[in-house]
């Protein structure tokens, strides 16, 4: 499994971005690709999960309402867009695979198999 993720870079308060994760290498039916985030000095969290059989969204209450995630048909791509950005929003963002993963929650999208190298998001004015 591969994942690369792009998209990041420096945006003002209020402002949008759209990151990319490039998925490829699966041979399992049922995976969730993850969005995690760690700012400086913060514990890793889960952003937002999206699953590849029934298509089941997860997000965390920090960012709900003001995040999105998507996908092309067949997952190559898994997209997460952020409106609405705000300093706390700061961190590294990456993109991350569970295999085996149907619906997505909390407890099912924590624990990734696969990681991204990570992109750097950075909201400040």
């Known amino acids: 499994v591969q994942l690369v993720e792009s998209g990041g870079g420096l945006v003002q308060p209020g402002g949008s971005l759209t990151l990319s994760c490039a998925a490829s290498?699966?041979?399992?039916?049922?995976?969730?690709i993850v969005w995690f985030r760690q700012a400086p000095g913060k514990e890793r969290e889960v952003v937002s999960c999206l699953t590849s059989s029934e298509r089941t969204t997860y997000y965390a209450d920090s960012v709900k309402g003001r995040f999105s995630i998507s996908s092309d048909d067949a997952m190559n791509t898994v997209y997460l867009q952020m409106n609405s950005l705000k300093p706390d929003d700061t961190a590294i963002y990456y993109c991350a695979a569970v295999l085996g993963v149907v619906i997505a929650a909390p407890d099912t999208c924590r624990r990734p198999d696969n990681w991204g190298q990570g992109t750097q998001v950075t909201v400040s004015s």
């Open positions: 290498g699966f041979y399992f039916a049922d995976y969730a």
